[in-house]
């Protein structure tokens, strides 16, 4: 039996380009890929008026570099999932383009971002038992780096190597009082999972 993948695109005809000029001038666009058709024309018409200086598909463990010249970014997408994130890394004003509105990601929002990751760490600095997440994904995969942190942590530390990492089954776990993730690095939106990065920051 062979597999039938269709794509869905989006169609384009209520783009507002007229929100979309007032934004600065230097700026990183970013898109997930069902948006490719209308980030296309985005961005042609504001090359007219504007410096592109990132132009690239995200994907749910994207982690891009924004060239230093950037002064915002905009994000075409479907949720803020990606928005907050790069505006918490970046510190950069970050606009999402959705159901054919703009929106900037307020303070409020990167502040409890901010609050996530602090109330992580806490956690991760007062538990006893972590469990380090390891994907086997392409891209993902860093066993390397998780034998390393295990081998220098100084608390009982475990592995859990899968495909797919599902937070539902932490609670099978109710030992392990952190989890050290080495996958996806949008899994840190949950309190009670740590970017190994953070980590090695900090020690």
């Known amino acids: 039996m062979k597999t039938l993948f269709i794509p869905a695109k989006l169609k384009n005809s209520k783009t507002n380009f007229n929100s979309l000029k007032k934004l600065p001038k230097n700026l990183a666009i970013f898109y997930s890929i069902q948006y490719k058709e209308i980030v296309e024309q985005i ?3 504001l090359s007219k008026t504007h410096k592109i200086t990132i132009f690239q598909q995200v994907l749910g463990c994207s982690q891009p570099k924004i060239p230093k010249q950037t002064k915002s970014i905009l994000l075409i ?10 505006a918490y890394g970046t510190k950069l004003p970050v606009y999402v383009y959705n159901n054919f509105t703009l929106k900037k990601i307020s303070e409020k929002q990167i502040n409890q971002l901010k609050t996530k990751y602090k109330s992580a760490y806490l956690k991760y600095l007062h538990s006893d038992k972590v ?7 392409h891209g993902q995969q860093q066993l ?19 495909n797919n990492i599902n937070k539902q089954e932490f609670q099978n776990f109710p030992q392990i009082q952190s989890w050290v ?7 840190d939106f949950d309190y009670s999972v740590i970017n190994i990065g953070k980590l090695n920051l900090r020690h």
């Open 43 to 45: 961005k042609e018409k």
């Open 77 to 86: 997408s479907d949720g803020e999932f990606h928005a907050i994130s790069l």
């Open 131 to 137: 469990g380090i997440l390891v994907s086997t994904k």
């Open 144 to 162: 390397n780096k998780a034998l390393k942190f295990k081998k220098s942590c100084k608390k009982k530390s475990y592995l859990f190597i899968c």
């Open 181 to 187: 993730n080495t996958a996806c690095p949008r899994m």
